[in-house]
């Protein structure tokens, strides 16, 4: 069975600049989840879907990030104009619901902004 | 709202020696999900363990951890660390129907020398 895929691995911007990160889940899983992980933190939770329904996007800069998941399966998470700040990994996750919500955790996709 | 709370940030220790990170997390389920997540260098993170039964040893790779509803507690042992345990190390929390996205802590560096 294929894990998470996420594309690009690495990306290097000019502050500005605009980003998109795309995440193919493992097939079934219902749920999808983008989390950023800043260097030396923990994953952080920017949105999650279910299908194709946003369920939580409350942590996600609203002014410059954006996540879609228009078919239930694959996602793209774009950053607009970004920031040094931005700078992390960017983690896609899937799980499939009343599965005790066991999170399957794709490469990651590391940013950095300059 | 719920939280994670792992208290050692770095962990040093020799090869051969047991290992135990603590980790407490307060919920307003009683019935919560409990996980521990390794992240190797460069690496995503990936499930190590997880539970919801209060009071039963869960086990997986010579880990161990026993969630306890008492104390709000499930911490991560080994009885003999390898260098190949050198890695951060997540404690996370989730709802009992896996209907939320999961709470992660802060994290622990574990680093296993000769």
Known sequence: EAGVTQSPRYAVLQEGQAVSFWCDPISGHDTLYWYQQPRDQGPQLLVYFRDEAVIDNSQLPSDRFSAVRPKGTNSTLKIQSAKQGDTATYLCASSFTNSGNTLYFGEGSRLIVV | ?114
Request: with cysteine; aromatic share 10%.
């Open chain 2, 1 to 114: 709202g719920d939280s994670v709370t792992q208290t050692e940030g770095l962990v040093t220790l020799t090869e051969g020696l047991p290992v135990m990170l603590n980790c407490t997390y307060q919920t307003i389920y009683s019935n919560p999900f409990l996980f521990w997540y390794v992240q190797h260098l460069n690496e995503s993170p990936r499930l190590l363990l997880k539970s919801f039964t209060d009071n039963k040893r869960t086990e997986h790779q010579g880990f161990h951890a026993t969630l306890h509803k008492s104390s709000s507690s499930f911490h991560l042992q080994k009885s003999s660390a390898q260098l190949s345990d050198s890695a951060l190390y997540y404690c996370a929390l989730s709802d009992p129907q896996g209907g939320r996205a999961l709470i992660f802590g802060t994290g622990t560096t574990v680093s296993v020398s000769p």
